[in-house]
Structure formats: C-alpha cells, structure tokens
C-alpha cells in the first residue's frame, strides 16, 4: 500500500519559514520524481516544486528564490523549506510522487495546510 504522510504546516507569520516534510512508503522511492503542489479553495492545484531522481530541482515562478526542495532517498522524504513566507502562499499543500518508469504511476498525499499571517 502505497503512502504518502506530509508533516510540518501551521500557522506562521509573514516573513516566516516553515518546513514540510513528506515520508513515502509503498513504493521505490527512488525511481520516483517528487513534488509539492498547492491549492486553494476554488483554484487549480499548482506545482510549487519538483525534484527529478538525480536531485534537478524546479520551482514555481512565484517561490523561486523562497522555497528550496530536498529528497532523502535512503529516509523516503522528501521535504519543502520555506523562507520569507507571503500571504499569498497560503494553502494546502501536497507531496506527490510520480514514478519515472511506469506511465500514469501517481500518488497523493492528504495534505497539509499552510496559513500565513499578517
């Protein structure tokens, strides 16, 4: 059974970091490309940050620069450090796993929510 558990929202004040963590289990973690995607209520869920295999990192326009994206692959984690927070990044966010190999092969997490302040 495959899993994905995402740890670390919260509520934080503009300005301020938090960190997301997401531990996979189920699957082989490393033949997978790994994300976070964000949604808010009556909004497509976007991409905020990929991370391929060999560690390629990608980033939304909108957290280039904020957000840095990091993989475990001997822990099955992969995490999501997030600086200077604006109230705009306010929302649930998502770890997705995505295999390299098997087409259409995608899992979810549940979610966490992530609430900036002023």
């Known amino acids: 059974q495959v899993q994905l558990v995402e740890s670390g929202g919260g509520l934080v004040q503009a300005g301020g970091s938090l960190k997301l963590s997401c531990a996979a289990s189920g699957i082989i973690f490393s033949t997978y490309v790994m994300s976070w995607y964000r949604q808010v209520p009556g909004k497509q869920r976007e991409l905020v940050a990929k991370?391929?295999?060999?560690?390629?990192?990608n980033y939304a326009d909108s957290v280039e620069g904020r957000f840095t994206i990091s993989r475990d692959n001997a822990k099955n984690t992969v995490d999501l450090q997030m600086n200077s927070l604006k109230l705009e990044d306010t929302a649930v966010y998502y770890c997705?796993?995505?295999?390299?190999?098997?087409?259409?092969?995608?899992?979810w997490g549940q979610g966490t929510q992530v609430t900036v302040s002023s």
């Open positions: 997705n796993a995505q295999s390299a190999f098997v087409a259409q092969t995608n899992y």
């Open positions: 991370i391929t295999r060999s560690g390629r990192e």
